[in-house]
């Protein structure tokens, strides 16, 4: 009985062992030739060209994509709190890779494949980060495993707050707007400083899927998706149970941001 005993745990220790030498040597194969992260320490997205009338009504905007960037500092804590409720509550713990969230998403999933329901992610804000800075959106095992050994490298270099930063103006929000400033404007015709929480929870909806959460052309489903993150809000504890109420009770209001003709005269 005890032979048969220690022969189990000469297996166990021996697959434990086997495990970790593959782990190690699936992150040394996919340590090689990863493309550097260290720019992002003083990176700044190209920023769009406007023109203003003389009274600051917006004349025309000369860009393919619609940008503003704004440093942490002056991002609104009910922007901040918004998103981090809806894409990684745990960001300022985790070291890059949130082992809760991917266990979560492994069992979620689980019931999603029997249910074919869609298959749940489990990818933090430094994982984003590395994906739409220095990866493909090809959807693999490859790019999730360097996906997360960049976000560990990326978290070693980079305080929070500028990883977040980077996060928060470059993510794409729908309508041709990339990061948080730009889509408030687009959406709102508001600066981020001027936002409810309810409309920092609409943006916040929006990286899931901007198209499909896009509230210009379906606001039933951006409402829908909206109320899930200031439910999120309530239960992170960053509202309270009778601003929540208030909230989700809120018809989402869109105010598109006017654009003046430009006239150009014509001179006989």
Partial sequence: MHRIIKNIIIIILSF???????????LWAF?????????????????????YSGDGELVNDFSSEKRIFVPYKAISEKVINSFLSAEDKNFFSHPGVDAR????????????????????????????????????????????????????????????????ELYLNQIYLGEGTYGVASASLEYFDKPIS??????????????????????????????????????????????????YKEYIDNEIILKKRKKLLLRIPVIM
């Fill in 16 to 26: 434990g062992l086997l495990s970790v030498f593959a782990i190690i040597a699936v």
């Fill in 31 to 51: 340590s090689n030739n990863l493309p550097d992260f260290k720019f992002l320490n003083n990176y700044k997205p190209a920023i769009s060209s406007k023109v």
């Fill in 101 to 164: 969230g991917v266990l979560r998403a492994v069992v979620n999933n689980i019931s999603n494949v029997v249910t074919s329901k869609r298959l749940e992610g489990a990818s933090t804000i430094t994982q984003q980060v590395a994906k739409n800075f220095l990866l493909t959106n090809e959807v693999s095992l490859n790019r999730k495993i360097k996906e997360a050994i960049l976000a560990f490298r990326i978290e070693r270099a980079l305080s929070k707050e500028r990883i977040l």
């Fill in 194 to 243: 001027e936002l409810n929480y309810d409309e920092a929870a609409l943006l916040a909806a929006l990286p899931k899927a901007p198209s499909r959460y896009n509230p210009y052309k379906n606001i039933e489903l951006a409402k829908f998706r909206r109320d899930l993150v200031l439910k999120n809000l309530l239960e992170n504890k960053f509202i309270n149970e009778k601003n």
